[in-house]
């Protein structure tokens, strides 16, 4: 069997004007930094396609993905059941999603698919006999832990060690760069997927419009001679650029420049083969939706920690409750691609990174690549033991809807296809 891959970038900036999500509150764009893309990896060996497309983007709700594998099974005849939809839960992108009080914009929404299709075209046109390797690299100066335990044993998310009743960080990071690298028959970089856990938040809270960090991640490696890398964004519910230890926050160049150091140093020492076997599979399970007391519903149970504006988690709660008395689960895709002995899993909420941590051991001997945001949007997913404690990340709202369970539904569902 021949190996072969194709990769291609196209830009997706909306324009100024549109709204933006990931500050729960509506802002409005009046300004570009720089430009967002939409990127695609297609592999092919023997009979087995797999193709994975990554959003600069919050996140890909269920409604895009299910849009953009109609589209490309249509136009493309490459089945929709074997793409892969990421995003790289960039907080200064626009409104693919009702977030908050922020309606999708459904006019781009439309544009982005069909840029999407576009380029997915233009990956499996470039597709060429390829090698295909894998790299790691261990980085803990980008993210860290956001969740700080207290004296009184709630958490604070971005909580602080100079408060004096600030303990420890509640739970590790996963601090693994994972790469995927692909080259030429003739050994010319094609491409790279890269899988980190890290919230890029930067210019969230502004009206504007930047890829963050994963941007300049992809336009470094560019530079460095990588034509197209793909940021995956990981298990990164809790973590965060900002250090409670120091208070110092990574600018999202310095993020993005360390990040391409580690990437380059994986390629660098790379082993590749042609000889590469492709499988996938994927399931659909349902979720139990939270099932609020008064006090999570009024945002005054214990360690409740609300953000930008607790009026916009009053004005949105009771549609919330009523939705979910209404439909107390929610359906949930996981996935699961196989390169040879990497396999790549998606997820489709914020979770946290204990979850990734999980898989990955219990993915061995097989390297797993946690793959968050992807394939739809439960919003965050913690552990049960952060529920305890509190935090935003559990404060019920807009952001936080599933129960304590989900996490551990999810990864047991995860392990399982691994070992399918």
Known sequence: MTFKAGF??????????????????????DEVLDPLFARAAVFESGDARLGIVQLDTLCAPASLVAGIREAVA???????????????????????????EVERDDAYVEILIGKVVQVFGRALASMAPAQLGFGRRSEFNIGFNRRVV????????????????????ESPIDPEVAV???RSADGALLGALVNFACHPTHHGSEGKLSAGWPGVLARTMKQRGCPVTMFLQGAAGNVHTANPATGENKSKEEAGAILAGD???AL??????????????????????????????RGAAFGAQRFIDSAIYDRMIPQLVERYRESPTEPAEVQAFFLNDTVIVAVPAEYFAEYALRIKQAAWPKRALVVACANGMLGYVPTREAFDRGGYETTFGPPSRMAPETGDILADAVIDLIHT
Request: contains cysteine.
């Open 263 to 265: 990437v380059a140093a």
């Open 74 to 100: 249509a136009e493309h005849g490459f089945p929709g059941e074997r793409v892969m939809v990421s995003a790289t839960h960039n907080h200064a992108g626009p409104a693919v999603a009702n977030a908050g």
């Open 8 to 29: 291609a970038e196209a830009d997706i900036t909306p324009p100024l004007g549109t709204h933006k999500i990931g500050w729960i509150k509506d802002i409005v764009s």
């Open 150 to 169: 207290m004296r009184d044993g709630t958490a604070r998310t971005h909580g602080r060690f100079s408060d004096p009743d600030a303990l420890c960080f």
């Open 180 to 182: 995927v690298g692909v």
């Open 268 to 297: 660098d020492e790379m082993e590749f083969t042609s000889d590469v076997t492709l499988c996938s599979c994927s399931k659909v399970i349902d979720l139990p939706r939270r099932e609020p007391t008064d006090e999570q519903v």
